[in-house]
């Protein structure tokens, strides 16, 4: 089966920028999503097919995809981004599969 | 605008079917290339996926949890049902419903999510 891993927390100071991977095997041959879910709500997509972002979702938030790591980058990092991001890919053989989630903290 | 919400019990006993219900506003799921996904979040842990169901009634599901899960859709009703047999209280978890796109599969809609406890 298909595995994507992240790294259990990022820690960013404020106003810098976060980079949060997600690594899987070949992932670049692959479309990568990227959801944000603060505590007690449901995730929100903020990335999709790699580097789109969904209407609403501010510029600051970025994503590439190459080799065997997926990157969401997050601009000039505020309070409000503090959350876990969970990545997302679709795999033939498993279906939908996500990442583990990584915990921002914003310092 | 497009909406979902979950409903269901929030208390099943462990060997008991757990079925829950995803209505559904502001699309069709007859329309191409449409789906609904269901995913659940054991309390403090990660996303796990379900099921998903398409509008040409294509279904998948999570190969781990594939013998115990069946998804349907009423597509009159706006509706879409998951049921999940042989409860246990590893089952304990949120349960979210969410839109769905066909070709490249991700979840830009999701419902607020409904809490299931498994225990006797």
């Known amino acids: 089966s298909y595995e994507l891993t992240q790294p259990l927390s990022v820690s960013v100071a404020l106003g810098q920028t976060a980079r949060i991977t997600c690594g899987g095997n070949?992932?670049?041959?692959?479309?990568v999503h990227w959801y944000q879910q603060k505590p007690g709500q449901a995730p929100v997509l903020v990335i999709y097919?790699?580097?789109n972002r969904p209407s609403g979702i501010p510029e600051r938030f970025s994503g590439s995809n190459s080799g065997n790591t997926a990157t969401l980058t997050i601009s000039r990092a505020q309070a409000g981004d503090e959350a876990d991001y969970y990545c997302q890919v679709w795999d033939s053989s498993t279906g939908v599969v996500f990442g583990g989630g990584t915990k921002l903290t914003v310092l | 605008q497009i909406t979902l919400k979950e409903s269901g019990p929030t208390l099943v006993k462990p060997t008991q079917t757990l079925t829950l219900t995803c209505t559904f506003s502001g699309f069709s799921l007859s329309t191409s290339g449409v789906g609904v996904g269901w995913i659940r979040q054991p309390p403090g842990k990660a996303l796990e996926w379900l099921a998903l169901i398409y509008w040409n009634d294509d279904k998948r599901y999570s190969p781990s949890l594939k013998s115990r899960l069946t998804i349907t859709k009423d597509t009159s009703k706006n509706q879409v049902v998951l049921t999940m047999t042989n409860m246990d209280p590893v089952d304990t978890a949120t349960y979210y419903c969410a839109h769905g796109q066909q070709l490249v599969p991700f979840f830009d809609y999701w419902g607020q999510g409904t809490l299931v406890t498994v225990s006797s």
């Open positions: 070949n992932i670049g041959s692959k479309n």
């Open positions: 097919r790699d580097s």
